[in-house]
């Protein structure tokens, strides 16, 4: 009787052991994209694959990711244990530059792995760089003109054509020497500022046109403290 009560219980325990221990696993094949370099503006497309290497079945309640970076799932959401899944990646370069890392989340019911997360990285070139990105004139005479320069350099692969530039104040004049420049190339924009009496504070807009650019234009901000009311 003894005998036949511990048989009983070994069979209860395995069976219950069996049923603790199945369960999905999440694995992806390579959970970390490098792009490389991209130039601004351009887009990063991916496709990451994942399959399912537990013994249930595999659910995706959700995707997200960070700002810059969209997901969507492209397999169903449900795996049969060693199903296949995947999951496309879209980086817009648009509003970045410089080293840039974006995180993907997939939300599923792996109880070791419920969040899983992947990463898309690499580094974004600006087609023309600004020196300085912005111009702080500082301290300024109302009345009285002060002048400034910036620098532009094309670093793309492509000759650009920049347009007529403009200030978006009447106060702040712009001049441009030419309106095209290869690559390696730099042009100079030549600025002048006359503040108007009775201002304490300035800040404006250089616009310049440039075919090859994100959203084809350059903006460039000017700020200055007028004083000697």
Do not use: W
Request: hydrophobic share 35%; aromatic share 6%; charged share 20%.
């Amino acid at each position: 009787m003894r005998t036949l009560s511990c048989l009983v219980a070994l069979i209860l325990f395995c069976l219950c052991g069996t049923n603790v221990m199945a369960s999905p696993v999440l694995q992806v094949q390579e959970p970390k994209f490098d792009f490389g370099e991209v130039y601004q503006g351009n887009k990063v497309l991916h496709i990451f694959r994942f399959s399912n290497q537990g013994d249930e079945d595999l659910l995706i309640d959700r995707v997200s990711s960070s700002c810059g970076c969209t997901a969507v799932l492209v397999s169903e959401k449900k795996l049969s244990p060693g199903g296949q899944g995947e999951l496309q990646a879209n980086f817009d370069s648009t509003r970045f530059h410089g080293t840039v890392s974006k995180t993907i989340y997939i939300y599923s019911n792996d109880p070791v792995n419920p969040v899983m997360q992947l990463h898309i990285q690499g580094k974004v070139l600006e087609t023309v760089v600004v020196e300085p990105s912005q111009v702080n004139l500082g301290q300024v005479k109302a009345e009285e003109p002060v002048q400034s320069k910036v620098v532009l350099r094309n670093q793309g692969a492509e000759p650009l054509t920049l347009g007529e530039p403009r200030s978006t104040a009447k106060e702040l004049k712009v001049k441009m020497p030419k309106a095209s420049f290869s690559p390696g190339e730099e042009v100079t924009l030549e600025l002048q500022l006359t503040p108007k009496p009775g201002q304490t504070r300035f800040s404006g807009y250089v616009l310049v046109p440039v075919t090859g650019v994100p959203k084809n234009e350059l903006r460039i901000p000017v700020y200055a403290t007028i004083i000697g009311q």
